[in-house]
Nanobody
Framework: QVQLVESGGGLVQAGDSLRLSCAAS????????MGWFRQAPGKERDFVAS????????NYADSVKERFSIFSDNGKNTVHLQMNSLKPEDTAVYYC??????????????????WGQGTQVTVSS
């Protein structure tokens, strides 16, 4: 079984930056996809970004691709989401996700198999 633990959320002002991290533990996979979704109050959980297990393929939602970056560490057991120029509409609970199936997964219809507990990001102003 896989465990995903997010960290790095908090309260910031519009225009600030924040970096989220997701540490994966437990069962390991040779090929997989990891990524981030977010859910604002009263709204659906939306895709934000994804990255391949090799760290070479990435994909972003249109609403964030000019401001957010997803990347992994050298061991590829941790992924990060660097969020710059944050806006109030970025306020949401951000969830880390992992898909153990081979191949690169991404996009609004992606259904990962594992989820973290979520971390709150609040952007004021």
């Amino acid at each position: 079984q896989v465990q995903l633990v997010e960290s790095g959320g908090g309260l910031v002002q519009a225009g600030d930056s924040l970096r989220l991290s997701c540490a994966a533990s437990g069962r390991t996979f040779s090929f997989y996809s990891m990524g981030w979704f977010r859910q604002a109050p009263g709204k659906e959980r939306d895709f934000v970004a994804s990255i391949s297990s090799g760290g070479t393929l990435t994909n972003y939602a249109d609403s964030v691709k000019e401001r957010f970056s997803i990347f992994s560490d050298n061991g590829k057991n941790t992924v990060h989401l660097q969020m710059n120029s944050l806006k109030p509409e970025d306020t949401a609970v951000y969830y880390c996700a992992l898909d153990p199936r081979p191949g690169f997964r991404s996009g609004s219809n992606w259904r990962p198999g594992y989820w973290g507990q979520g971390t709150q990001v609040t952007v004021s102003s």
